[in-house]
């Protein structure tokens, strides 16, 4: 029997990564496909609450490290649930992963490695669509602004850890400048149509 894919979306804060996978879903369920969107930080669990917390009270203090940590562990508490999915036969978008996990803590200063230590051993998706603004346009979208890292100077350096993954096999720069939800749909379409018909290898992990 073949797998489902594992299909990551990645980007800075306000790129239209939801957006994109509720479309992405709606049209894959629509094809009668089987899918199952996970999203991290998923919030609504014990560590999602404490990591919701952490982001959207500047007050509540923990250090970069123990914050890092929430965010692998809240990854690792899904670990095995999307393992069981991928086995049967359903493909899983992730709307965030360790992508954003590494770079928004190395964004702060903590090394690059030892911030993907943590994640290592997890599965590795088989393509990471990466939604990206040439230049800062996120920042300009509504809503920026009232959580923790949405701050434009923080964002620009995480942009830049980001691009640290750029040219790993599985990694897909998506450019949204100026494009409509449809035309980033499409695009969106043309990558993941090539993964979601019956993986038989097994997946990768992050190593
Ligand atoms: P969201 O805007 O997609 O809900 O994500 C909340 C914030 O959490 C966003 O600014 C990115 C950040 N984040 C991390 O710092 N580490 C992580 O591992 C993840 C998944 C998100
Ligand atoms: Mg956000």
């Known amino acids: 029997m073949t797998r489902g894919a594992l299909v990551a979306i990645e980007g800075l804060d306000r790129t239209g990564k939801s957006t994109q996978t509720e479309i992405l879903i709606k049209t ?22 404490l990591i919701n917390k952490y982001l959207t009270d500047k007050e509540f203090r923990l250090s970069d490290q123990s914050a890092h940590l929430l965010f692998s562990a809240k990854r690792w508490e899904l670990v095995e649930k999307i393992n069981n999915l991928l086995t049967q036969g359903v493909t899983v978008l992730l709307d965030r992963y360790v992508y954003s996990g590494v770079a928004y803590s190395a964004a702060k200063g903590l090394d690059f490695q030892w911030c993907l230590n943590p994640d290592l051993g997890l599965p590795k998706p088989d393509v990471v669509l990466f939604l990206k603004f040439k230049d800062d346009g996120n920042m300009k979208r509504g809503g920026f602004g009232e959580e923790r890292y949405e701050v434009d100077e923080f964002q620009k350096k995480v942009k830049v850890m980001f691009e640290r993954f750029d040219g790993d096999n599985n990694w897909r720069n998506l450019y949204v400048d100026g494009k409509s939800i449809e035309e980033v749909r499409e695009e969106v379409w043309t990558h993941v149509v090539k993964y979601i018909d019956g993986l038989d290898t097994n997946v990768q992990l992050f190593k």
């Open 28 to 49: 894959l369920k629509q094809q009668g496909k089987a899918i199952e969107l996970i999203k991290f930080p998923d919030r609504t669990t014990q560590i999602g609450q």
